[in-house]
């Protein structure tokens, strides 16, 4: 097989490359290792920034988006028993979404697939070859056969456990990791939300979220430790633990039926470069952020729209500038999105080892954004989404 661009992981990166190069007439062909139903089941992020759905409604994928999509013109960080709206549009005159991770596969592959654009799900990567070369290679499995797929280039959009990023030599990449001390145990309710905005709850016993998916589904998760055991909590002990922390006392939090249930250990990851010859990563292939300050899926939108620019500047005018600077470029927005994550994630959770001098520097901390306009407006431009840096 011979296309321009290979495209490695039918996730939200890999496939958003994918129409933005065929917008561009730039062919490409995805391989995905599971199959679609596994691909459009997966729960996963739920929060898109301004600049992702500007993005998504810009290549004309966003007609369900806007119609099912829950418009936040705000937030809350609870401590102290106290809630403490941010304002964001107001702040910074843009919103946020919330539009589950899975629906906006559903609405690329589906688009994929009607424009006629190849995707071969249950496609195994094995391996790459010739990245240095003028026509890299990935060899793969597919339909009980060994194949090859040719291209100009690579694009490993394959997520943190794909095969693209150990396919680069250990001695070429730098690897900045940091692991929490946490967990989140999240849940999937059949219940109506108990606010039409998220909010954010530091608590002595740990953090929680309460968000949502739709006006009938609610998202909620709980700081756990990373090794827990799921088989521990029962849905009335998650129901207690969530009413608790929320400081519910008038029962408003409503209990409906738990759909899905999963313990998600939290970190901070960056591969650098993302670049290695003609093999490209975009997405959680190069970094992974804790969920916090939802950046993963926005930062991975984020990564392919410059690839795709330099790949349109290469296949047009011959120039490799932007190519060579893909890496520089992106990596600027992905160590802002590492400290605002990381900000969020360190003000908001209780630490094991945690003086109670630390406690109530975090506590300082949240009166501090909560009462200064400044302070709200930083968090505000970090959740919204940092502007786009101009190609």
């Known amino acids: 097989m011979r296309t321009q661009v290979a495209i490695v992981g039918a996730g939200p990166a890999g496939l958003l490359l994918s129409h933005l190069l065929?917008?561009?007439?730039?062919?490409?062909?995805?391989?995905?290792?599971?199959?679609?139903?596994?691909?459009?089941?997966?729960v996963r992020a739920g929060l898109l920034e301004q600049g992702t759905v500007d993005l998504?409604?810009?290549?004309g994928l966003?007609?369900?988006?806007?119609?099912?999509?829950?418009?936040?013109?705000?937030?809350a960080l609870r401590f102290s028993g106290q809630s403490h709206r941010i304002p964001l549009t107001e702040l910074t005159g843009k919103v946020v979404t919330i539009y589950g991770q899975n629906e906006v596969m559903k609405d690329l592959i589906d688009a994929r697939l009607a424009a006629g654009g190849e995707i071969l799900f249950e496609a195994e990567a094995k391996a790459l070859e010739g990245r240095d070369s003028k026509t890299p290679r990935v060899r793969f499995r597919h339909n009980g056969r060994d194949d090859e797929l040719t291209a100009d280039f690579i694009?490993?959009?394959?997520?943190?456990?794909?095969?693209?990023?150990?396919?680069?030599?250990?001695?070429?990449?730098?690897?900045?990791?940091?692991?929490y001390p946490f967990a989140w145990l999240g849940i999937l309710s059949e219940s109506p939300p108990i606010s039409h905005e998220l909010i954010y709850v530091h608590h002595a016993r740990g953090f929680a979220l309460f968000t949502m998916r739709s006006p009938v589904l609610?998202?909620?998760?709980l700081q756990c430790t990373p090794d827990e055991d799921i088989a521990n909590w029962p849905d009335a002990r998650i129901w207690e633990e969530l009413h608790l922390r929320l400081g519910d006392e008038g029962g408003k939090l409503a209990e409906g039926k738990v759909t899905q249930k999963a313990i998600t250990p939290m970190?901070?990851?960056?591969?650098?470069?993302?670049?290695?010859?003609?093999?490209?990563?975009?997405?959680?292939?190069?970094?992974?952020?804790?969920?916090t300050g939802a950046k993963g899926l926005n930062l991975?939108?984020?990564?392919?729209?410059?690839?795709?620019?330099?790949?349109?500047?290469?296949?047009?005018?011959?120039r490799t500038d932007l190519l060579d600077r893909y890496s520089d470029i992106c990596l600027r927005r992905v160590w802002k999105g590492q400290r605002f994550s990381w900000w969020m994630t360190s003000m908001l959770h209780r630490f094991e080892d945690q003086l109670e001098f630390d406690r109530q520097v975090q506590l300082?901390?949240?009166?501090?954004?909560?009462?200064?306009?400044?302070?709200?407006?930083?968090?505000?431009?970090?959740?919204?989404?940092l502007p786009f840096e101009e190609l």
């Open 22 to 42: 065929k917008r561009n007439g730039i062919e490409s062909v995805i391989l995905e290792n599971r199959s679609r139903r596994y691909v459009v089941q997966r």
């Open 56 to 59: 998504m409604t810009e290549l």
């Open 62 to 75: 966003a007609d369900r988006l806007h119609r099912k999509g829950l418009v936040h013109e705000g937030l």
């Open 155 to 179: 694009a490993g959009c394959d997520g943190f456990h794909g095969m693209c990023r150990p396919a680069i030599p250990a001695d070429a990449l730098t690897i900045y990791d940091r692991e």
């Open 218 to 221: 609610s998202r909620l998760y």
């Open 267 to 291: 970190r901070s990851f960056v591969a650098a470069p993302m670049r290695h010859g003609r093999l490209f990563l975009a997405g959680d292939a190069a970094h992974i952020v804790p969920p």
């Open 300 to 318: 991975a939108a984020a990564d392919v729209r410059v690839l795709a620019g330099a790949l349109v500047e290469y296949y047009r005018h011959g």
């Open 364 to 385: 300082a901390e949240l009166d501090y954004v909560t009462g200064s306009r400044a302070a709200m407006t930083a968090l505000a431009e970090n959740y919204v989404g």
